[in-house]
């Protein structure tokens, strides 16, 4: 029961960032007015603070198979999660695309269904990509399994690094950093949004692995480590320290 309480909170919090993020890009058009700009990155990042808040504690608020990929290799999230977290995150992604074919088919279309565009080259764009999620990831390893971070401020330091990346890659990638955030919206634009989806998940991919284990290399004493999901934590101090018996 425990597993699938994750998984639902997986798939919801992914739902709603493609949902609310995707909707407001085909609310707002495809476009490179600046307002336009900054009202899709808003709404993909304070979803994703909103959805951190809310999920943090049930299945650590991951989102992102990327970061997903990126905390097992750092051995802070165990590897039998990261398919199941992976489907949840994919489904809840491509059914939200769903629902915005079905509830404004001709406004998301308009805007490729809020889909991961390359407007630069190949090289660059995976560099970006990389780059960012990089960042990315070394921020989602201090909020979640460094102890010196206070975690209520875990909601607000993730969204803002998705919204200042999105700024800032907006006109170059799009600013994805997200493989399941890229192939819902691909799977129903079609044409090139999907002809680049590799892009999208080997940038990514590659960004949080780097990011995971350059944070291990700098984090310095292991004491300062958690695991990503506090039952973990728990269950290591009741085997380290057990209950001692009455007298």
């Not at 309480?5 to 707002?28: D, K, S």
């Not at 750092?74 to 939200?96: D, K, T």
Request: net charge neutral; charged share 15%.
């Amino acid at each position: 029961m425990d597993n699938l309480r994750r998984y639902a909170a997986e798939f919801i919090g992914t739902f709603a960032l493609v949902f609310f993020g995707c909707g407001v890009r085909a609310m707002v058009g495809d476009t490179d007015n600046f307002a336009g700009i900054l009202m899709v990155h808003l709404g993909f990042g304070l979803t994703i603070a909103a959805m951190i808040y809310m999920f943090s504690y049930i299945s650590a608020a991951v989102f992102n198979p990327a970061i997903t990929l990126g905390f097992a290799v750092a051995r802070r999230f165990p590897w039998r999660y990261v398919l199941p977290y992976w489907v949840a995150q994919f489904v809840g992604a491509i059914f939200a695309s769903f629902l915005h074919f079905l509830l404004f088919p001709e406004k998301a279309l308009a805007a490729h269904y809020g889909a991961s565009m390359l407007k630069v080259g190949i090289l660059p764009g995976l560099i970006l990509e990389t780059l960012l999620t990089f960042f990315l990831m070394m921020v989602s390893m201090g909020t979640a399994t460094d102890k010196r971070f206070i975690r209520a401020d875990g909601g607000l330091t993730v969204g803002f690094v998705i919204i200042v990346s999105g700024l800032f890659a907006n006109s170059l990638t799009g600013g994805s950093m997200n493989p399941a955030r890229s192939l819902g919206p691909a799977l129903f634009a079609g044409g090139e949004a999907l002809n680049m989806i590799w892009l999208y998940f080997v940038g990514p991919f590659v960004g949080a692995t780097l990011g995971a284990l350059v944070y291990e290399l700098i984090r310095g004493h292991e004491h300062h480590a958690k695991p990503v999901l506090d039952e973990f934590l728990v269950k290591k101090k009741e085997i380290q320290q057990p209950e001692l018996p009455l007298q």
